[in-house]
Nanobody, 125 residues
């Protein structure tokens, strides 16, 4: 079955960096657009970034402001999100998601049909 497993979250100080990973299995990873989304406490789902099948085209939400980089390794079936200059507002559960009919991704016109269990990112001094 389709499975997405995120890792790499944790507690980081403001201005710090983290790299999140998402291990994909159960589907042909290289054939799908992939997304990172997040959900902060008491807030709705928020789109972060999109990457195309080959990894050569990426898009980011405005709040990213050049601080995050989405990438993928199709040989390893893994999606990444490198985050730097983290702020307290970045505190959230981060999810990777697979393109497909299902849940709308706010502000993108896209949908995902599967997401992982999430990894907590806490930015605090």
């Amino acid at each position: 079955q389709v499975q997405l497993v995120e890792s790499g979250g944790g507690l980081v100080q403001p201005g710090g960096s983290l790299r999140l990973s998402c291990a994909a299995s159960g589907f042909r990873f290289s054939a799908y657009y992939m997304y990172w989304v997040r959900q902060a406490p008491g807030k709705g789902l928020e789109w972060i970034a999109t990457i195309n099948t080959g990894g050569g085209t990426t898009r980011y939400a405005d709040f990213v402001e050049g601080r995050f980089t989405i990438s993928r390794d199709n040989d390893e079936n893994t999606l990444y999100l490198y985050m730097r200059d983290l702020k307290s507002d970045d505190t959230a559960v981060y999810y990777c998601a697979k393109d497909g009919a299902g849940t709308a991704i706010p502000g993108t016109g896209s949908q995902f049909d599967t997401r992982g269990q999430g990894t907590q990112v806490t930015v605090s001094s």
